[in-house]
């Protein structure tokens, strides 16, 4: 299904601190964490999965999860009793991290203090998962944690969920080791995209799987006139992206005669993340498995050869990927190139907090009244306490000034720890309902109550720009400067 139509270009203005003109709708806008001047850019890159290609996520999604669950039955010999699950994307979203000894999904915000949690479906009460984390910053680690970077993990992580609960209903929990049914669900998942169980469903049918966008090719035009040289660079093989780039950007609606005439170049069976990480380092060399329309593709090669063949490096280089580890940051550390992550939860979150605004408005009012409240009580136990000290001295009315005010002092601190009762209540009640329009298990991909989540940290220092999709730039002005918002302390705002 393609998108609305829209204008090519929209026209826009920004000053230093400000949002892009009115003109670009939110859900299509670019977001900016560090200053870009795109005339400075000599050469584009993207990935392909999640970021040229946007796969329809429930078929692709349950697609992955059927096949793996085939493979445990099959092979591993995990109970056919799981086939009876199915997949329920609700349950699963990026950013999660999954404890592997314990069996456990976490949520965490931004200083990685976990907020929320399921062990199997079921969710942890704050006393378990105080208990079990102790309410201290969660040290991550690759031997025990695995961190939900992108869209692919999903499945695997809710299957891990199922099996957890199934098991556990089966066996027992102390005979359950969490570890190594994670590292079946995820060698079987794997095994799956290898041996085409899920990509042969997609070539066969690619009208069921993704999504197309009518606005990729004149984007990719577009940055092919303002002397952007473009290069294609993914883990998947040739036949791979052939397949599915030839389904996004065919012939009778690009006017050229193969999607490859959009690149100048085109790497296929990258390795990511270690294509950025050996550049010069011995890494294996680039083969060159194809050159129609005078394109070259290669298989392999480091980051060295391809800006080498380029002519292009550093900073003069924008890489478009949807992989937090794999595309973003290793690109940025390793080589820095400047980077724009295509995240297309971005829309669908604009929209539910357009969708909210009132109820976020008064949650925010409800909360500042409550915080006056807190300051009033505060301030008239203090008084209270103080005057209990006092000595009233010898003179009767002194010391029945003195009791009418304790006593007055005394049904104030009642009202007001009612007052504060009643708005703590209603801000649980809003504030559970303005969660559950995002997420009715996770809330928000990017916020948990007032703090940034670990994702929204991660997407925050490691990208320079993000996005719902590539074509969002073509509302943008080839030579425009995307500027960051002023950075506020808290005592500024």
């Given at each position: 299904?393609n998108p609305?139509?829209r ?6 203005r ?5 949002r892009?003109a009115?003109?670009v709708?939110r859900p ?11 005339s400075s850019i ?5 990935d392909?999965?999640h970021?040229l290609?946007?796969?329809?996520p429930?078929p692709?999604e349950r697609l992955?999860?059927?096949?793996t669950?085939?493979?445990l039955?099959?092979?591993?010999g995990?109970p056919?009793?799981?086939?009876q699950?199915r997949?329920?994307p609700a349950?699963v979203i990026?950013?999660?991290v999954?404890?592997r000894?314990?069996g ?5 915000d931004y200083f990685?203090f976990?907020?929320?949690g399921?062990?199997?479906?079921q969710?942890?009460?704050?006393q378990?998962r105080?208990?079990?984390?102790r309410a201290?910053?969660?040290i991550?680690?690759?031997e ?10 999903l499945?695997?992580?809710y299957?891990f969920?199922?099996?957890v609960e199934?098991?556990?209903?089966q066996?027992g929990?102390r005979?359950l080791?969490?570890s ?6 995820r060698?079987?998942i794997?095994?799956?995209h290898?041996?085409g169980?899920i ?7 690619p009208?069921?799987f993704?999504?197309?966008d009518s606005q ?5 035009e ?7 040289k473009?290069?294609l660079?993914t883990?998947s ?5 052939d397949a ?10 690009t ?8 690149f100048?170049?085109i ?5 990511k993340?270690?294509?950025?990480l ?8 680039a083969?060159?498995v194809?050159?129609?329309?005078g394109v ?6 480091d980051a060295?050869?391809?800006?080498k063949s380029?002519?292009a490096a550093g900073?003069?280089?924008l890489?478009?990927g949807d992989?937090?580890y794999g595309d973003?940051?290793?690109s940025k ?5 400047r980077t724009a992550m295509?995240v297309?939860?971005v ?9 909210i605004?009132e109820?976020l408005?008064?949650l925010?009012g409800l909360?500042?009244a ?5 300051l009033k009580?505060?301030?008239t ?15 009767p009315a002194?010391a029945?000034r003195?009791?009418?005010?304790l006593e ?5 601190m ?8 009643r ?6 009640v809003?504030?559970?309902k303005c969660s ?6 996770w809330?928000?991909?990017f916020?948990e109550d007032n703090?940034i ?7 925050k220092d490691f990208a320079c720009?993000?996005?719902?999709r590539v074509?969002?730039?073509l509302h943008?002005?080839?030579n425009?400067?995307?500027?960051s918002?002023?950075?506020l302390m808290?005592?500024e705002?």
């Amino acid at each position: 299904m393609n998108p609305p139509s829209r204008p090519a270009r929209a026209r826009v203005r920004t000053a230093h601190g400000r949002r892009p003109a009115p003109a670009v709708p939110r859900p299509e806008r670019v977001y900016v964490n560090r200053n870009l001047r795109f005339s400075s850019i000599s050469a584009i890159g993207f990935d392909l999965d999640h970021t040229l290609a946007h796969y329809d996520p429930l078929p692709v999604e349950r697609l992955a999860f059927e096949a793996t669950v085939d493979k445990l039955v099959r092979a591993r010999g995990y109970p056919a009793e799981i086939r009876q699950y199915r997949y329920d994307p609700a349950y699963v979203i990026r950013g999660l991290v999954v404890d592997r000894d314990r069996g456990n999904v976490l949520k965490m915000d931004y200083f990685n203090f976990v907020t929320r949690g399921f062990h199997g479906r079921q969710r942890l009460s704050t006393q378990a998962r105080r208990e079990t984390y102790r309410a201290q910053r969660f040290i991550l680690s690759h031997e025990t944690h695995v961190s939900v970077d992108t869209l692919f993990h999903l499945p695997e992580v809710y299957l891990f969920m199922c099996l957890v609960e199934l098991l556990e209903q089966q066996a027992g929990r102390r005979e359950l080791e969490y570890s190594k049914v994670y590292g079946d669900v995820r060698a079987m998942i794997d095994e799956a995209h290898r041996d085409g169980s899920i990509k042969q469903p997609i070539m066969s049918s690619p009208e069921k799987f993704l999504r197309r966008d009518s606005q990729l090719a004149p984007t990719l035009e577009d940055f092919r006139r303002s002397g952007k040289k473009l290069f294609l660079l993914t883990n998947s093989e040739l036949y791979y992206t052939d397949a599915l780039m030839s389904y996004l950007l065919p012939p009778s609606e690009t006017g050229r005669r193969d999607w490859r005439e959009f690149f100048d170049l085109i790497m296929v069976s990258s390795g990511k993340p270690g294509f950025f990480l050996t550049a010069g380092n011995g890494s294996a060399p680039a083969e060159l498995v194809d050159q129609q329309y005078g394109v070259p593709a290669y298989s392999g090669g480091d980051a060295a050869f391809l800006q080498k063949s380029l002519e292009a490096a550093g900073d003069r280089i924008l890489y478009f990927g949807d992989h937090t580890y794999g595309d973003i940051l290793r690109s940025k550390r390793s080589l820095g190139w400047r980077t724009a992550m295509i995240v297309p939860e971005v829309a669908a979150e604009v929209a539910v907090t357009e969708s909210i605004a009132e109820d976020l408005k008064q949650l925010a009012g409800l909360t500042d009244a409550r915080d006056r409240i807190e300051l009033k009580r505060a301030a008239t136990e203090r008084e209270f306490r103080a005057l209990a000290l006092t000595d009233p001295g010898p003179a009767p009315a002194a010391a029945a000034r003195r009791r009418a005010r304790l006593e007055a002092l005394r049904r104030g601190m009642g009202g007001l720890r009612e007052e504060l009762a009643r708005y703590t209540s209603d801000i649980d009640v809003l504030g559970r309902k303005c969660s559950n329009a995002y997420n009715r298990h996770w809330g928000s991909l990017f916020r948990e109550d007032n703090e940034i989540t670990r994702f929204g940290h991660q997407l925050k220092d490691f990208a320079c720009l993000y996005t719902s999709r590539v074509s969002n730039f073509l509302h943008y002005p080839s030579n425009f400067y995307f500027r960051s918002p002023v950075g506020l302390m808290p005592h500024e705002m």
